[in-house]
């Protein structure tokens, strides 16, 4: 695709429930990236990918944050449990290669909230 | 703690004026780069400089970096009200060899008309 996209655009959920956010990388980027923006702060890294295999996900908060990308395109960023604190803005992004200086795309962003 | 602080974290001026931003950090960096974000959604990646770089221009954009003083400013000369945005400086980390980028919390300029 052109850009980076990412759905839903908006998802509201309850406490303690289960939800899945994806991302769709722009085509023929190996590296992908996941970060977390809350109100008012910078993006936050959670984890990165290189090709299919988590790279690095240092910044994951918890085990209730998962993520996979099976096939080195499109990944889902999963998160069980919800809590209220998870409400934020989650940024994908994807580059060409994941070097040094690579230039991150970001996508639109989901805004999840829990209510 | 964030690796880069921007200040000021909220800037007002009038359109045709320059707006000056800065970027602090604490650790070494392979390069640094500063990204626009509006109402909240999809950064856009404005220019990067290298460490070992002292001064980058794209249109009327003006980057410069001091490693010495762990510090980059972004300046937007002849500023339009298309301006108003968040700016943000990211950075990566060699030491780590992460590829991932780290943000300061953003400079809000808005631009009057």
């Known amino acids: 695709g052109a850009g980076v996209s990412q759905t839903p655009s908006n998802k509201v959920t309850e406490k303690g429930k289960y939800v899945e956010l994806r991302c769709d990388p722009i085509s023929g980027h190996t590296a992908l990236y996941w970060y977390r923006q809350s109100l008012g702060q910078g993006p936050e890294f959670l984890i990165y990918?290189?090709?299919?295999?988590?790279?690095?996900d240092s910044g994951l908060p918890n085990d209730r944050f998962f993520a996979v990308r099976p096939e080195g395109s499109v990944s889902t960023l999963k998160i069980q449990r919800t809590e209220r604190g998870d409400s934020a803005v989650y940024l994908c992004?994807?580059?060409?290669?994941?070097?040094?200086?690579?230039?991150?795309?970001f996508g639109p962003g989901t805004r999840l909230t829990v209510l | 703690s964030q690796q880069g602080e921007e200040d000021p974290q909220a800037l007002s001026i009038q359109e045709g004026e320059n707006a000056t931003m800065n970027c602090s950090y604490k650790t070494s960096i392979n390069n640094l780069q500063w990204y626009r974000q509006n109402s909240g959604r999809g950064l856009v990646h404005l220019i990067l400089?290298?460490?070992?770089?002292r001064e980058k221009h794209s249109g009327r954009l003006r980057v410069t970096l001091d490693t010495s003083k762990k510090s980059s400013s972004l300046l937007i000369t002849a500023s339009r009200a298309a301006d108003t945005a968040s700016y943000f400086c990211a950075t990566d980390a060699p030491d780590t060899g992460r590829r991932a980028l780290t943000f300061g919390s953003g400079t809000r300029l808005q631009v009057q008309p």
């Open positions: 990918f290189q090709g299919t295999g988590a790279a690095d």
């Open positions: 400089i290298r460490s070992n770089e």
């Open positions: 992004a994807s580059s060409l290669t994941g070097t040094s200086g690579d230039t991150q795309y």
